[in-house]
């Protein structure tokens, strides 16, 4: 049943002879906008201050219906208005409510059987049975009451939510019988309620003239009680201070009976009395029953918090390092939000002031939170990529655009598509990518690297970083002061992995590179003038994928795990002067030459060219990927180079470029060896047993003599044998010779 339909409904129980009243969508409450002012009726509210008067009412609908013409304009006004049934004499229907999941047991324990007739299901879970009912009986009589659940009698003074409405929990109550099947109260039902009333009733005995004894020891202890009861009020606000006191007396414990016995005998409360007006006291009293057992029964702001939470979530779950994170619907489409960030309490937040009519407070975002996450943890547990992740064979590429979408790339084509089933996670940093152009060509890519050789190489590792879960190699961007090495890294994270910040600066420490490798998919770090071994050693985990341990934030037990591989890169280094051999093992080298004056351009202008030619290069990149997704299965290759993965798919890339997977292996092979011979001139040992090797044609021996032949060439060329490079042992000389 749509939301449109509640006018229809309204007008039907209407033409039954119901009273019926508007409600505020998706909650218990009587519509804030559509029913009237008390001012509109001074024959039921009179003497009221301006403000009791603006307050809206639906009193005036517990004596005589509302016309049809009325019941129009309501649900004209608002037709996703819930619907509400003023019970007692004005209606001739009463309620019996069964509250809690052991409310129909606990009736048929106690001898308390329901005929068939009208029954509503609650969106709480709860029912509803209506009966005929012309006799005046008490707005609300508890029947039966068992540990978590009761049976309540409801009439004079009150009513209930009809099928049609929403519940604050996001059910729609349900229709079980129609109301044409509606039947008289039973008299065993009638005599139960008319004795539990007796047994609940708070008759005041106008003539004493002494506070109940529980309500004086209270007055000595409670402060708030002893200002309601005491102080003077002010003029036009009795009202509202004999109200506050009869809820106060009410939820320290206290009967109705002591409430309006204590409201009776309120020192400015004379007039009261003057006046002799005990129903005045005792219907002031049931209305503040009612208010508090009302407060008792709604849920806290953290239970309503996590409701919406599961109720509009399409999933809770945690991700591959046990974060909890929740995939929301918004709009068109699916987004996936950390369940402790900030825009996921911010979402949270304005969901319950839409609903509840107020914004929540923090400590109960907080403590929704903790239970959220509580429940992300029985979720299952999801991968979540940054950028490029598979699913069933399949890859797909995240554009980061406003509607998620992504670009799903087969050995048959590429296209874009909406909501993919690789889960991916955003950061604030990225950047939308353009859509690709079909009929791409990714040569104008070299316009922009100054490349001074081995292109296809460089082309090769571009099209490869659209492949995540394979070792990738280290990209160092080698040359001279203004061969546009910045430049050239910043070209190739956009065709990637746009970023607000597409190339990095030097972490001061081991945690915050950890987290750049985290957020980026691409992490090219600019200008560095002097590689540190932790970065170094840390560049190389990322690139074959070895995990980092990261410490809980406050707490000193949990580490967060991180296990990923990563596209990373620097620039600014001077590639000869003393690199690592693991560090070169894994590195592709990208030599630049200095851009001569007459060459150069502005950024402007580079700029408007580069983002021209950019769908034309994603385009060609998602070519290969598909030609290289096709050929993967079947290439045979005669030997795998270092860093095997890559090679294997820089092949395959290769072919799909146009080029030959000959070509662009025996290229690679050939940069290998320079690395080679870059890392051995980066050990003086290594030279030093190369020239021993040359002067003799050979040489043999134990390694404590071959330290000291080293050390002897080392002294007549001025080798510094204290350095850390030069080893101190013949345990050490062996292990440098194994290197080298």
Request: charged content about 25%; glycine content about 8%; aromatic content about 8%.
């Amino acid at each position: 049943m749509s939301i449109s339909d509640n006018l229809q409904l309204a007008l039907t129980y209407h033409g039954l002879g119901w009273s019926v009243i508007p409600l505020k969508p998706g909650s218990k409450e009587p519509h804030p906008e559509l029913l009237p002012k008390k001012t509109e009726f001074p024959e039921l509210f009179p003497d009221l201050t301006h403000e009791e008067g603006e307050k809206r009412t639906w009193k005036p609908y517990q004596s005589q219906r509302a016309s049809e013409e009325q019941v129009r304009e309501w649900w004209t006004k608002d037709p996703q208005a819930g619907i509400g049934l003023v019970l007692g004499q004005v209606s001739g229907v009463v309620a019996l409510d069964f509250d809690g999941g052991g409310a129909e047991q606990l009736a048929k324990d106690n001898g308390v059987t329901i005929p068939p007739m009208t029954c509503t299901r609650t969106g709480g879970g709860g029912v509803h049975y209506l009966f005929r009912c012309a006799e005046a009986l008490a707005t609300t009589t508890t029947l039966l009451k068992g540990d978590d659940c009761h049976v309540e009698l409801r009439a004079e003074g009150s009513y209930v939510v009809l099928p049609g409405s929403i519940h604050p929990s996001g059910n729609r109550y349900e229709e079980l019988i129609p109301p044409e099947e509606i039947v008289d109260l039973p008299d065993h039902i009638r005599k139960l309620a008319q004795s539990r009333a007796r047994t609940d009733s708070h008759d005041l005995d106008s003539s004493t003239d002494r506070l109940p004894e529980r309500f004086v020891k209270l007055l000595a202890s409670d402060r708030k009680l002893k200002e309601l009861f005491e102080e003077p009020c002010p003029d036009g606000d009795q009202s509202a201070r004999d109200y506050a006191l009869a809820c106060r007396c009410l939820e320290k414990g206290l009967t109705k009976t002591e409430a309006a016995t204590a409201l009776w005998l309120m020192p400015h409360g004379k007039r009261h009395r003057d006046k002799r007006k005990p129903d005045y006291v005792q219907a002031t009293v049931a209305r503040a029953a009612n208010a508090v057992k009302a407060r008792a029964k709604k849920p806290k702001q953290a239970e309503l918090l996590v409701r919406i939470a599961e109720r509009s979530c399409t999933q809770l779950f945690t991700d591959q390092t046990d974060q909890p994170f929740a995939q929301l619907p918004l709009g068109n489409h699916q987004e996936i939000w950390p369940v402790n960030g900030r825009p996921f309490k911010r979402w949270l937040s304005v969901k319950f002031r839409s609903q509840e009519g107020k914004p929540p407070s923090n400590n109960a975002v907080s403590e929704a939170v903790l239970s959220i996450e509580g429940a992300c943890t029985e979720g299952g547990r999801h991968q979540l990529h940054n950028r490029v992740g598979w699913h069933d064979g399949v890859l797909y590429y995240d554009l980061a655009d406003r509607d998620w979408r992504a670009v799903k790339i087969t050995r048959d084509g590429w296209k874009i598509v909406a909501d993919p089933p690789t889960l991916f996670r955003r950061y604030a940093h990225q950047q939308a990518q353009v859509a690709p152009a079909r009929d791409g060509n990714i040569e104008p890519l070299l316009d922009f690297l100054n490349v001074r050789n081995d292109a296809l190489l460089i082309l090769v590792y571009v099209v490869s970083c659209f492949i995540p879960d394979i070792p990738h190699p280290i990209l160092v961007v080698d040359g001279p002061q203004g061969s546009a090495k910045s430049s050239a890294c910043r070209a190739l994270r956009m065709v990637v992995d746009p970023s607000v910040t597409p190339v990095l600066s030097f972490p001061r420490e081991h945690t915050e590179a950890v987290q750049q490798l985290q957020h980026n998919w691409v992490c090219l770090y600019d200008n560095i003038s002097n590689l540190p071994l932790w970065l170094s050693d840390l560049l190389c985990r990322a690139s074959t994928g070895e995990g980092f341990a990261k410490r809980e934030l406050y707490s000193d037990e949990g580490d967060v795990i991180f296990q990923y591989k990563r596209c990373c890169g620097v620039n600014g280094i001077a590639v000869q002067a003393g690199k690592r051999p693991d560090f070169l093992d894994r590195s592709v080298i990208l030599r630049l030459d200095r851009i001569p004056d007459e060459n150069r351009r502005t950024e402007a202008e580079l700029n408007a060219t580069f983002n021209h030619q950019l769908p034309i290069i994603l385009g060609a990149c998602f070519d290969a990927l598909c030609c290289a997704i096709k050929t993967y299965p079947t290439i045979s290759l005669p030997r795998l180079p270092r860093m095997a993965d890559f090679g294997r798919w820089g092949a395959c890339i290769a072919e799909g470029l146009g080029y030959t997977a000959r070509g662009f292996l025996n290229g690679y092979q050939s940069h290998i060896a320079e690395l080679d011979e870059l890392a051995l001139e980066a050990q003086p040992f290594a030279q030093v047993c190369i020239q021993l090797m040359d002067q003799f044609g050979g040489w043999r021996g134990t390694a404590s003599d071959l330290l000291k032949e080293g050390n002897a060439v080392a002294s007549e060329q001025g080798i510094n044998t204290g350095s850390k490079a030069w080893p101190a042992t013949p345990v050490w000389a062996k292990r440098r010779l194994e290197e080298a």
